[in-house]
C-alpha cells in the first residue's frame, strides 16, 4: 500500500509540474486496479469501510466500480499514445469500449437489468478482448514508427496481458488454483507499472532534450 501510495503522489507531482492529462488518467487508473485486483483475490479492502450498507452494496453492485480501472486505462491510453492526432479510426473504436465499459455495464449492474452470473460471462472476455486490443493498438503504432514510447506501452501491456490470460484460465478451471494463479494479476499490474515507469522517464528525457535543442 505504500508503494502504492508513493507511486501515486509521484504521478499527481508529475501531473502538476507537466500538465499532461495521460498522468491524471494513469493517477486514477492505479487505485482502481489495485481494489479490483485485491478484491477478485477475497482481499477486498471494501471491509474496512464503516458504512455497512454503502459495503453490501459495492458487494452485491461490484460492475459499478470494476469497470472504473477499464474507463480510466482507455483513457490513459488515448492521452499517451496520441490517438486523436496520430490515429482517429483506432480512437472511434476505443470509444466504443469506452462506452461499453463505463455505461453499459455498470447500468446492466445497478438496474439488475440482467443476473449476475451472464453479466460475468459478458464481461470477462470483452475484458480480454479489450486488454488485446489497447495492445494492439501499441504494437501497431510502434511497427510504424508513430509514437515512440510506443514499445514501454506494448512492453507494459503485454506483461499485464499474459497475468489476466492466467488469471482467467484459472477462475475458469483450466489451471490449478495455487498461490501463483491466484495472485497472478498483482504481478501483472507491478510489471506494468514498472514499464510505465520508465516510459514516463524517458518522455521526461526526450522533453528536456527537446527544450535544450530549442534554447541552443
Do not use: C
Not at 498522468?23 to 474496512?48: G, K, Q, R
Amino acid at each position: 500500500s505504500s508503494n502504492l501510495f508513493n507511486s501515486m503522489k509521484n504521478y499527481l507531482f508529475l501531473f502538476l509540474a507537466t500538465r499532461d492529462s495521460f498522468y491524471f488518467w494513469y493517477l486514477l487508473y492505479l487505485p482502481f486496479i489495485t481494489l479490483t485486483a485485491t478484491t477478485t483475490n477475497h482481499y477486498s479492502l471494501f471491509s474496512y469501510l464503516p458504512n455497512e450498507y454503502l459495503k453490501e452494496w459495492l458487494k452485491i453492485h461490484p460492475f459499478a466500480w470494476v469497470t472504473i480501472s477499464n474507463l480510466m486505462v482507455g483513457l490513459f491510453a488515448n492521452n499517451f499514445l496520441h490517438l486523436s492526432a496520430v490515429s482517429p479510426n483506432l480512437k472511434k473504436i476505443l470509444n466504443v469500449f469506452l462506452v461499453f465499459f463505463g455505461v453499459i455495464i455498470p447500468v446492466l449492474d445497478i438496474f439488475l437489468i440482467i443476473p449476475h452470473y451472464l453479466l460475468v460471462r459478458i464481461f470477462q472476455p470483452a475484458s480480454f478482448l479489450y486488454v488485446i486490443y489497447l495492445l494492439f493498438i501499441g504494437i501497431y503504432l510502434w511497427r510504424r514508427k508513430i509514437e515512440k514510447n510506443a514499445i514501454f506501452y506494448v512492453l507494459a501491456w503485454t506483461g499485464f496481458l499474459s497475468s489476466v490470460v492466467v488469471y482467467f484460465l484459472t477462475v475458469n478451471g483450466y489451471l490449478p488454483y495455487t498461490y501463483i494463479t491466484r495472485n497472478i494479476l498483482y504481478l501483472g499490474v507491478i510489471l506494468e507499472t514498472l514499464m510505465f515507469a520508465f516510459a514516463f522517464a524517458n518522455r521526461i528525457n526526450n522533453m528536456r532534450t527537446e527544450k535544450d535543442l530549442m534554447q541552443s
